[in-house]
DNA sequence: GTCTATACATGGATAGAC
DNA sequence: GTCTATCCATGTATAGAC
């Protein structure tokens, strides 16, 4: 069942704060309002503003751990890219930027224990899509395409 | 020849933190610091932050409409989309997000008028960019290829 | 666990001297 | 055009009562 004590409604709003107004973009009073409680009882839970985030990413990349667990590797590869994609549109229906991809503009404000976690999501999503891709080169017989438009070599 | 007034410096440097910090992310103190100058003095150049994020915003799109517009048209179609790709291209060379890649996080602080040059400046770049495809059906002999996942219809 | 009260720093902005 | 000085709102955070 569903956890409704203050210390979770405090997560989902912020939550959704950092989606909507990005990691500097809201205070603890606008939390605070949202949830009903005043500044003081947030710090109760979540000492610094960088705790509090830090519990909110770890929720995110718990649950998409979770969802690209839940893909039935015996599936066509289409089909397993289908549903991976399905758990990632799941922001854009609401018409929002997810997370992963919000607190990346304020990195730099990030204690660095997010932005650890941040990297650790973008390589699972990515190892993810690299096994998968390397699967499907032997059902399509060639090497699958990598961007390589001039741009993509030209690094000095 | 460059300018070096204060002014552009101001310009130049905010474009800068907003591309590193995002707009919420820097200060007049900060900008202030890195030119050489009180607050005082920015608020002379650009009396409110919105006046200033303008005028860098405007003087980026005001760059990249001179770049689309630099593209011979009788060129072959790939070889415009690769001189398309070597403009924008740039910042990722700087290890920076661009400026219509940061603003966006930080929409809902953003003055209308901003808001509004960042819809012009995303819809320069798809109309230069359908039209760019829609010569190119000809030369494919059917349609280009839309994103038509099983994701990309779902909408309700 | 939540509150009131408050501390302390920072941020945007203005007034007025030079 | 730039400065000093200052205002006032906001933001994070803490202390201590309940």
Known sequence: MKDHSVREELVQHASRLIRRRGYNGFSY?????????????????????????????????????????AINADLPLVEQANQHMHSLRYDITLNEICLAGMLPADVLDLPDAVRLQLRAYFEMHEQWLDALLQRAVPERGQAYPVPTLAFAKETE
């Open 29 to 69: 009073r606008d939390l605070g309002d949202l949830v009903g409680v005043k500044t003081s009882s947030i710090h109760y839970h979540f000492p610094a503003k960088g705790d509090l985030v830090f519990e909110v990413m770890r929720q995110y990349s718990e649950m998409s751990s979770l969802q690209l667990n």
